[in-house]
């Protein structure tokens, strides 16, 4: 895991980018804890990464001086409910006199709703769209935001149209899947909803000598095959007798350039022939090398990108052909960076071997680092909160899922805007160490639910289609990381031998979305046609598709607040005279499945009623 420590303000020319865990052993990302964290904003802007706030409360930092924004600066509000705003400068709490107006109404009315000067927003009985704007009183500056004020929740299904975004099968995939102890352990992962693993392709073992030894990784391949699992192999590492000497990494670092990218694309070539002779299909993705743009790739940081770009022309090109000769439809991509940088992405898609060879382009994303551990969900503790890094900054899922989209619509890739999208790590924070939320009963099945609806609307933010893989990290990578392992006060993902591990608070999620007695979403499916209200920088957020049995809503809190008798319409169904189904995910501990009323609306029109608490995930399955 690579373990930055320091962040900097980037100029219009240098974007910043994020950095993510890896696969270094426990000692080398020790070692490598002094790396920079950067990430890509194809807006072009900067923004600094740990200090922005997202509450109204008392805190120990304030600022005087600075340039004035407005947290949230997008937000629905249901109709008669609140959102409480912050005055911002410098992306730190406002300690000056502020004062706040909707619509130019100082403190606001009935009509565009009223806000006091603690910034409690309280929204009209009206849906509507409005301005709230803060004046910094003793600088004389103002910023404002957007607010939808929404008094039903909507989504189009559009008659189950086969014609609507489709969402690949296999979506969810695990890291360190090869590290459960047993078939036992492995089968409950599955039943949570994951179809997929990502692991490394142990080339250092494997080609210890170079007549490679395939027991290294054979019965991890059978595992996953016997129990209907798809594998994502990291072809990432550089054998013992490949690795220069003296090794400028340190001796035996298999992270070194290859002393021949010739003979390391003929070992990946023979993992090619191996896995489909011996695994006929169960191998679908390829993944050349890990992080490339950061110490998984120990080379000078001046020449990562050319030495990466050497490793993937001769290798791609070899496998992609072996696949074709084996009458196979496994993908071939990269580069699995730490963030998405820019020049990555255009160096790849815009090389004359490379965008002909690439059938996936791959990233990792991980909001927060070693420097934001005391980060907390929606509240200022000199460092920007969870929720605000995730909805409202350019650090979140969506937006780096269209980012993403953008950059990709610049190559010459065959596919053109087409080319698929991997998110292949992602979790809050990189770090091994406690964090407020990640293993949180309250706060963990709402962060996963919003990094899971992000990338899916994206549709509706401008993408042409969805994200193709999203690979959590991980089932287990004590401590702190994991799917499953033992539930003790510490919540730790500890997980020795011989025990018997039970689901921490974000497994529920994905196995709402995604297990086949739930809304089945690994099956495959198709994105709504459209949904309402939008996903802003902060309120309910709501995402929609159809599975083969059952149109599924999915409604998001993650705010402290009740939202009281919603409405939520649910048109063009597809179905007549259906039941519903409301799933609740139950303090991080269960998913509550109840029968909930449907009222017809006229042709497949139906309307539901619901009550969704703080912090909460719920979704609603028309069959």
């Not at 998001?556 to 919603?566: C, F, K, Q, W």
Request: charged residues 10%; proline residues 7%; aromatic residues 10%.
């Amino acid at each position: 895991m690579h373990i930055p420590s320091s962040l900097r303000r980037s100029t219009f020319s240098e974007p910043i980018q994020s950095c993510f865990p890896c696969t270094l052993t426990r000692s080398l990302r020790k070692a490598s804890s002094r790396v920079r964290l950067k990430f890509h904003l194809f807006f072009a802007l900067a923004f600094p990464f740990c200090a922005l706030a997202s509450t109204t409360e008392l805190y120990a930092t304030t600022a005087t001086t600075g340039t004035l924004a407005l947290y949230p600066n997008t937000t629905s509000v249901y109709v008669r409910s609140q959102q409480v705003f912050q005055a911002q400068l410098s992306t730190v709490p406002d300690g000056n006199s502020v004062s706040y107006s909707v619509d130019g109404v100082t403190d606001g009315n009935a009509t565009t709703g009223t806000i006091t000067n603690q910034g409690v927003y309280t929204a009209p009985a009206v849906a509507g769209n409005h301005k709230v704007t803060v004046r910094d009183n003793t600088l004389g500056t103002t910023a404002s935001a957007t607010v939808v004020v929404y008094s039903n929740v909507e989504v189009n299904f559009a008659s189950r149209s086969t014609s609507l975004h489709a969402v690949p099968p296999n979506l969810f995939g695990a890291e360190r899947m090869d590290s459960l102890h047993d078939a036992s352990d492995l089968d409950l992962v599955k039943a949570g909803g994951f179809n997929y693993a990502r692991f490394y392709a142990q080339i250092p073992i494997v080609f210890k000598t170079q007549t490679p030894s395939w027991n290294a990784i054979d019965a991890t391949v059978q595992r996953f095959s016997s129990a209907g699992i798809k594998v994502m192999l990291q072809m990432y590492q550089t054998p013992p007798w490949l690795q220069p000497n003296p090794n400028p990494c340190g001796a035996g670092n298999p992270n070194a350039m290859p002393t021949s990218v010739t003979a390391w694309a003929q070992i990946v070539l023979q993992y090619v022939k191996h896995m489909d002779a011996t695994f006929p299909g169960v191998v679908t993705d390829y993944e050349i090398w890990n992080e490339p743009n950061e110490s998984g790739l120990c080379v000078p940081a001046a020449s990562r990108l050319t030495d990466y770009l050497e490793i993937y022309r001769a290798a791609a090109p070899l496998m992609r052909e072996q696949i074709r000769t084996d009458k196979q439809t496994a993908r071939v991509g990269g580069p699995a960076t730490a963030g998405l940088p820019a020049t990555w992405v255009s160096a790849m898609l815009n090389d004359s071997v490379i965008s002909q060879n690439i059938d996936f382009l791959s990233y990792h994303i991980y909001i927060f680092g070693n420097t934001q551990l005391g980060a907390e969900w929606n509240t200022y503790n000199n460092v920007m909160s969870v929720l605000q890094a995730t909805m409202d900054s350019y650090l979140g899922p969506e937006q780096y899922y269209v980012t993403a989209a953008h950059l990709i619509s610049t190559g010459k890739q065959p596919q053109g805007q087409n080319l698929p999208i991997y998110n292949t790590e992602y979790n809050q924070n990189w770090d091994y160490a406690q964090t407020c939320c990640q293993n949180s009963y309250t706060y963990s099945p709402v962060w996963n639910g919003l990094a899971v609806a992000g990338p899916l609307n994206a549709i509706y933010a401008g993408a042409p289609n969805t994200i193709h893989r999203l690979v959590y990290f991980a089932a287990n990578a004590h401590p702190y990381f994991c799917l499953v392992g033992e539930i003790d006060t510490d919540m730790d993902c500890l997980y020795p031998l011989g025990s018997v591990p039970q689901p921490y608070p974000q497994y529920f999620l994905y196995q709402l979305f995604g297990a086949s007695n739930y809304l089945a979403l690994e099956r495959g499916g198709y994105m709504a046609l459209t949904v309402w209200p939008p996903e802003l920088g902060n309120g309910l957020v709501v995402t929609a598709f159809f599975t083969s049995g059952l149109d599924a809503t999915v409604l998001i809190n993650p705010s402290a607040d009740t939202l009281t008798n919603v409405p939520v319409n649910m048109d063009n169904t597809g179905f007549s005279a259906p039941s519903a189904t409301l799933y609740r995910i139950v303090n991080g501990q269960s998913i509550q499945s109840s029968s909930i009323s449907l009222r017809p609306l006229g042709g497949t029109t139906y309307q539901a009623v619901v009550t969704m608490g703080p912090n909460s995930v719920q979704a609603i399955a028309i069959r």
